[in-house]
């Protein structure tokens, strides 16, 4: 069995190790945080005396016990890595503690005495925005004149829409373990999408240079995210504690202290105005947003960045004006998550899109498909990047007749008119993704490939595994590129001390970056072995073909060696059997400043239609039918890439009818568990779930000629909250705001807010 085959075996027995499992030295501690209760006030004194004399703690920290810099923010330096004199938020750490057990650093958190002066917090997204507060600038986009564009539109419509938090809820949670060295170094073992940053910060703040902290990571527990940036703060917090105490330190977060303290999806406020014509085509599209960022900017400003240019979603817009801004609260800092702002903006449009279609009369597909990006006109999007390789049209004309889509609405209208407390709805929502960091430098990689005297092989690459099938797919390409087996494969975890300066695993650009790397690498090894093997073989070089571990000329395919014993005899001619390569993405910038340029390398398209049954009486809705038609190019592994789809259209399903977060007035988190907090189940799944990968259209300057595929299919899982919407309208003819997520509560108050005028 090869490695991948082996992994996932393991994986779905429950054995894949994370920070969690791993054999902990002896002298091991644990570490712990001492947080604050109150979203805003002014630590006033910190008494830490009588908890110091607990047994079994070997440390206390507060800022002041920094060597170095006290942040750990991604971008801006206003984010600390212990509360200095304010805290901003329930839940901010404020001392670390280093104890034997977690009794004892228990105990010594009821003896810990902090007195803080309780300040007034902002908690509410529109008093941020009133009070300016924003921690860097607001981002706008004009292109065309909105104004005329209203002007000439029959119809004009304005609105505000509501888009949810969304916890991550990856199965492991925030977790690092620190080993400090004899020899001054650090290793530290993280569970991060990010390791280049985790050591960066430990870096400032141990102000230790980064050749000397070695960053490890395995395998982990899903990142969705989650763990771009806010796995720096386990990665840190154990290094001061096993710096100063100079042993090892673990830390990992619990299930409840995870949700209280990390970041999530930005909730967003949207106050949207819309100008079409009869015909339901869009003239005009304005709208301020507004983010909740939390209490720091972490990623916002990319977060909000990748918002702006995902408003058009699959859409051409004559005329835009949009001003997207990041208004501070007291609450956790929230980050990136699936989608990375693009889900809350391309809801806005999608609404607009049903709402178009409750106005003018006209089937909600219908709508869309009127103003769908064309191929060779109306093919520009507001921020200038030309849309090339547009198949939308080509997706919506498949998946209307696959999907039965005219003689479904049919039979749906048909059943609502018989049935008086159960409504079905339907709705079609596509997708246009854009690939590439929008922060251009980030998009680079590295691989090193090292092959042995046997011939078996093994690839280090900067892309962290967190479940989305990155290892396989780059052992496909290894084993493609190489024509070896995949049994003398080997994907190595991820080793900052081996691959430096990697970019997180994120943007969904793992395998593109990754990918392009290893064949570099590949290609130039089998260049230098295939001089050598020409030489030597006495074959033309360009006959020499690499087939399942062997090796044999074109002109002579009869006589074949195992790559084992050409690689033997490479070695005792003294070729080098290791290569190293770097890839960046060409051809891309973009200027915030201006909202102008080409940021993304290429576009993913796609198309979903969910059929939903909302009973009128709970408000329960469950999902009929939902239909997928996913461009991935050619697929680097189909299995893995149909998976990625499911996973990310339940997950969007869940942000939009079921996850729920609740803050009290003081911004205490109310929804810390999963007892009170609901993500999807096995039932919440559609009844008739059809995916399906469009393979007409590979991408030849795509690695393997694929497209990534981990974040674009979140979107789909909008098309259940719009359905809902769509069968509400046969139900309550009046129109009602449905925001996001669309949980039972808010259904009901639709159905029925207008009841008693409505005369049925
Ligand atoms: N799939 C699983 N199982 N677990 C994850 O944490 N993260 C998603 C997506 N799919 C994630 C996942 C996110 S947010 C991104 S950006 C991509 O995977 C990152 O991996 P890739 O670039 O290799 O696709
Ligand atoms: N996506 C995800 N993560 C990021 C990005 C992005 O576009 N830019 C910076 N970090
Ligand atoms: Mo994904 S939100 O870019 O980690």
């Not at 900017?297 to 801004?325: F, G, M, Q, T």
């Amino acid at each position: 069995m090869d490695q991948s085959l082996k992994r996932t075996a393991s994986h779905l027995k429950g054995e894949t190790r994370y920070i969690d499992d791993l054999d902990k030295p002896n002298n091991v501690l644990y570490g712990f945080i001492y947080r604050s209760n109150f979203a805003y006030g002014k630590i006033e004194k910190i008494d830490i005396e009588e908890a110091k004399r607990v047994k079994d703690v070997f440390a206390i920290l507060s800022y002041k016990d920094i060597p170095g810099k006290n942040f750990m923010g991604a971008v801006f330096d206003d984010e600390p890595i212990l509360a200095e004199e304010h805290v901003e938020f329930i839940g901010q750490a404020i001392l670390l503690i280093a104890a034997k057990s977690k009794s004892a650093a228990f105990e010594a958190i009821t003896k810990i005495k902090v007195d803080i002066k309780e300040l007034e917090p902002v908690l509410d997204v529109e008093e941020s925005y009133t009070k300016g507060n924003f921690p860097f600038d607001p981002l706008h986009i004009v292109s065309g004149d909105v104004e005329e564009g209203f002007a000439k539109s029959d119809f004009v419509i304005e609105g505000v829409l509501n888009t949810g938090c969304q916890e991550h809820f990856y199965l492991e949670t925030q977790a690092a373990m620190s080993v400090p060295k004899p020899d001054g170094t650090i290793l530290v073992k993280t569970s991060s999408q990010n390791p280049s940053e985790n050591q960066l910060i430990i870096s400032h703040a141990l102000k230790l240079e980064s050749s000397k902290i070695e960053v490890v990571t395995d395998i982990i527990g899903g990142g969705f995210g989650g763990k771009e940036t806010q796995s720096n703060w386990c990665a840190v917090w154990t290094s001061l504690l096993a710096n100063h105490c100079a042993v090892p330190v673990i830390m990992v977060m619990d299930r409840r202290e995870d949700m209280l303290i990390t970041g999530k999806r930005h909730p967003v406020k949207t106050t949207y105005k819309a100008g079409f014509n009869k015909n339901g085509r869009l003239n005009a599209y304005s709208a301020k947003f507004l983010f909740d960022i939390g209490f720091s900017a972490d990623l916002s400003r990319s977060i909000i960045e990748r918002s702006l240019l995902h408003l058009d979603n699959s859409y051409y817009i004559p005329s835009v004006k949009c001003d997207l801004y990041p208004c501070r609260t007291n609450k956790p800092s929230n980050t990136a998550f699936r989608g990375f702002g693009a889900p809350q903006s391309i809801a806005a449009i999608e609404y607009v899109m049903e709402e178009i279609s409750r106005v003018t009369g006209i089937d909600a597909a219908v709508v869309r498909n009127r103003n769908f990006y064309g191929k060779s006109v109306r093919n520009t999007a507001p921020y200038g990047q030309k849309i090339k390789d547009n198949i939308i049209g080509d997706l919506y004309k498949e998946l209307l007749k696959t999907s039965d889509y005219k003689q479904r609405v049919k039979s749906l209208k048909e059943f609502n008119k018989s049935s008086k407390w159960k409504k079905r709805g339907i709705s079609m929502v596509p997708v246009k993704f854009g690939i590439s960091f929008t922060t251009s430098f980030l998009n680079q990689g590295a691989a090193l490939v090292n092959m042995y005297k046997d011939g078996s092989l093994v690839v280090h690459q900067g892309g962290v595994e967190m479940g989305q099938g990155l290892y396989d797919k780059m052992m496909n390409v290894v084993s493609r590129e190489f024509g070896i087996t995949k049994e003398s494969v080997r994907i190595c975890s991820t080793n900052i001390s081996v691959i430096p300066n990697t970019s997180a695993t994120a943007a969904s650009t793992g395998s593109d970056i990754n990918g392009h790397a290893i064949k570099l690498a590949i290609d130039r090894l089998k260049n230098r072995l295939n001089d050598f093997i020409s030489l030597n073989y006495s074959w033309g070089k360009e006959d020499i073909v690499w087939e399942n571990s062997f090796i044999f000329s074109k002109k002579n395919p009869e006589i074949r060696y195992p790559i084992s014993e050409i690689i033997k005899n490479a070695y005792l001619a003294q070729v080098s059997l290791s290569e190293q390569a770097y890839y960046k993405t060409p051809g891309i910038h973009f200027d915030r400043v201006i909202a102008r340029g080409n940021p993304f390398y290429y576009y993913v398209f796609g198309l979903s239609v969910s059929e939903v049954e909302v009973d009128m009486l709970t408000g329960a809705h469950k999902i009929i039918r939902t239909d997928i038609l996913h461009d991935v190019g050619e697929s680097l592994d189909k299995l893995i890439d149909k998976g990625q789809i499911e996973g990310a259209f339940v997950q969007c399903s869940g942000w939009a009818t079921m996850e729920e977060l609740v803050y009290n007035s003081k911004g205490a988190l109310l929804t810390a568990s999963p007892d009170s907090y609901k993500i999807p189940g096995i039932a919440d799944i559609p009844q008739d779930f059809r995916v399906n990968l469009y393979e007409k259209n590979p991408f030849n300057a795509g690695i393997l000629k694929s497209r990534a595929v981990g974040e674009p299919p979140f979107i789909y899982g909008l098309s259940v909250w719009l359905a809902i919407k769509n069968a509400l309208i046969y139900f309550n003819k009046k129109s009602c705001r449905l925001d996001l997520p669309a949980t039972k509560e808010k259904i009901l108050k639709c159905a029925y807010s207008y009841v008693e005028s409505d005369k049925n």
